[in-house]
């Protein structure tokens, strides 16, 4: 039988924070108050001060002498760099999780990508980062790698933008992507997966560069 993982204070005020950014919760620019959220997570602010300075120290979050410590901004000029180093992490996790994905997970996949698809018919397209990103998650914790996992997850946590609703016509073709990818892996070809999700995540980037540049404005 496996032993429970202990985890200190610091490490579960680390994780919460960091679901917070990723569920969409925490957004760039919030600003985070360490009083008020060891009142939150009922904690001294000991453990709090400490999972801000991690957070802080991996780029997370970052502090200025007038407004403290908020959720980093996202720097257009970094994010190609971290698409770049999330398609090849994401396409390698998923080469893993392969075998360990056992029918019930393929099934929760499944269910998954029927209320992604339900969301965007109705249009309601907020809900879809929390759809999204348990999708993935699913995929990743399954190659059985901690230390990969937290480094997609630290990742997916510097650039928390939900590309899916910010950029025009992009849900649809995500949804699309991720059945071709439930697809593949059905078929237990890990290397037609492992493409698939690499394409994934470099059309993503694409799209948002493409958006970006018709949004500025012309000189």
Do not use: C
């Amino acid at each position: 039988m496996t032993s429970p993982v202990y985890r200190t204070k610091k490490e579960v005020v680390v994780e919460i924070i960091r679901e917070a950014i990723l569920s969409g919760e925490l957004e760039p620019g919030d600003r985070l108050l360490q009083l008020e959220l060891a009142e939150r997570y009922n904690v001294s602010p000991t453990p709090v001060r400490e999972a801000l300075q991690q957070l802080e120290a991996e780029g997370v979050l970052i502090r200025s002498p007038h407004k403290g410590v908020r959720v980093a901004d996202v720097k257009l000029e970094d994010t190609r760099e971290i698409y770049f180093i999330r398609s090849a992490l994401e396409a390698q996790a998923t080469r893993l999780a392969i075998p360990g994905l056992s029918e019930t997970d393929m099934a929760q996949l499944q269910e998954l990508q029927f209320q992604f698809e339900a969301q965007i018919e109705k249009n309601e397209l907020m809900e879809l980062r929390k759809l999204n990103q348990d999708f993935h998650m699913l995929i990743y914790q399954k190659a059985e790698m901690p230390r990969l996992y937290k480094m997609i997850r630290n990742l997916w946590t510097r650039f928390p933008w939900d590309t899916l609703y910010v950029l025009p016509g992009r849900a649809p073709e995500s949804a699309r992507e991720h059945q071709q990818l439930i697809e593949a892996i059905a078929a237990r070809n890990v290397e037609l997966a492992a493409q698939r999700m690499q394409v994934h995540i470099e059309q993503g980037v694409n799209a948002l560069t493409d958006y970006l540049n018709s949004s500025q404005p012309a000189e």
